[in-house]
């Protein structure tokens, strides 16, 4: 199963990811790795996460405060978001239908 980045998220990634760099040089490369390892537990069992709106479900990253928003398409995941837990509760709703 491949995937596929809401462009929302890509973008949210990489500022989340810029941001963590500029706290501690190789931390912005832990995040995106993180990120990374968690779409791949997603694409094992896309259905294992609880749904929290629509058709959408969070994975949660282990380290980081963040989870991976996605909805699991029979012949793909669309990553919807990269939320930060404590921000802006919902605003990436807005991208499910686009």
Known sequence: MNWVFH???SEEMEESATWYE??????GDEFLS???DTIDRILKQP????????DVRRCRLERFPFAVLYRARS???EIVAIAHDRRRTGYWEGR???
């Open 7 to 9: 462009p929302g998220a």
């Open 22 to 27: 500029t706290r501690k040089p190789g931390l």
């Open 34 to 36: 993180e990120v990374q």
């Open 47 to 54: 259905n294992k996460w609880r749904t929290v709106y629509r």
């Open 75 to 77: 012949e793909r995941v």
């Open 96 to 98: 499910v239908g686009q």
